[in-house]
């Protein structure tokens, strides 16, 4: 049966979980704080995981979000993701070349 079909029928039911994490999120942080930043964060997005989270949580501030890895792949692009120095290059080299103070993955 398709998605769209299931949830017609009301065998599927759909949930926004994101606008709650995001709240706690905003709950958690310093929000005061980080609206009167103006910075510029690169987020290695892990190829579809977390996307749209860091863009929608720094909404209403000065932090400009840039992306990589955006697209999402359960294969990792075929690349493991471990927290090792070597996966670290690319948005080293990004950061770097963007004059970006911070990095996250």
């Given at each position: 049966?398709?998605?769209e079909?299931g949830?017609?029928?009301?065998?599927?039911?759909t949930?926004?979980?994101?606008?709650?994490?995001?709240?706690?999120?905003?709950?958690?942080?310093?929000?005061?704080?980080?609206?009167?930043k103006?910075?510029?964060?690169?987020?290695?997005?892990?190829?579809g995981v977390?996307?749209?989270?860091?863009e929608?949580?720094f909404?209403?501030t000065?932090?400009?979000?840039?992306t990589?890895?955006?697209?999402?792949?359960v294969?990792?692009?075929?690349?493991?993701?471990?927290?090792i120095?070597k996966?670290?290059?690319?948005?080293?080299?990004?950061m770097?070349?963007?004059?970006?103070i911070?990095?996250l993955?």
């Amino acid at each position: 049966m398709p998605y769209e079909q299931g949830v017609k029928k009301q065998l599927i039911q759909t949930a926004d979980l994101d606008s709650g994490y995001i709240e706690f999120m905003k709950n958690y942080l310093n929000m005061n704080l980080l609206k009167k930043k103006n910075c510029e964060v690169l987020l290695d997005i892990m190829h579809g995981v977390g996307n749209g989270y860091v863009e929608r949580l720094f909404k209403g501030t000065n932090i400009k979000v840039d992306t990589m890895h955006k697209d999402a792949d359960v294969s990792f692009a075929g690349i493991a993701p471990e927290p090792i120095e070597k996966k670290f290059e690319g948005i080293n080299r990004r950061m770097k070349n963007g004059g970006m103070i911070s990095a996250l993955r």
